[in-house]
């Protein structure tokens, strides 16, 4: 079955910097695109990268522009999520996300910015 399991969340200071991983299981990888979200809480979830699949164009939330950064390696499975100079509301659960069928989602990874 199609799975999404993210990893790599943790407790990071106000400028610092995390590396989220999702490793995908159960479809075809490099045929789908893929995107990360976030959701705070009390917030909705929102979405802040994607990467398309084959030439792996990206795009962002205006809100992470610069300093996060979206990547893929197919060979891996793997979708990534570089996240520097973090700040303190960019506390949130962050979730990647597989197009197939309805849209496939992981458990989540916890991220806590702290000041």
């Known amino acids: 079955q199609v799975q999404l399991v993210e990893s790599g969340g943790g407790l990071v200071q106000s400028g610092g910097s995390l590396r989220l991983s999702c490793a995908a299981s159960g479809f075809t990888f490099s045929y789908y695109g893929m995107s990360w979200s976030r959701q705070a809480p009390g917030k909705e979830r929102e979405l802040v990268a994607t990467i398309t699949r084959g030439s792996g164009i990206t795009n962002y939330a205006d809100s992470v522009k610069g300093r996060l950064t979206i990547s893929r390696d197919n060979a891996k499975n793997t979708v990534y999520l570089q996240m520097n100079s973090l700040k303190t509301e960019e506390t949130a659960v962050y979730y990647c996300?597989?197009?197939?069928?309805?849209?496939?989602w992981g458990q989540g990874t916890q991220v806590t910015v702290s000041s």
């Open positions: 996300k597989a197009p197939v069928g309805f849209g496939v």
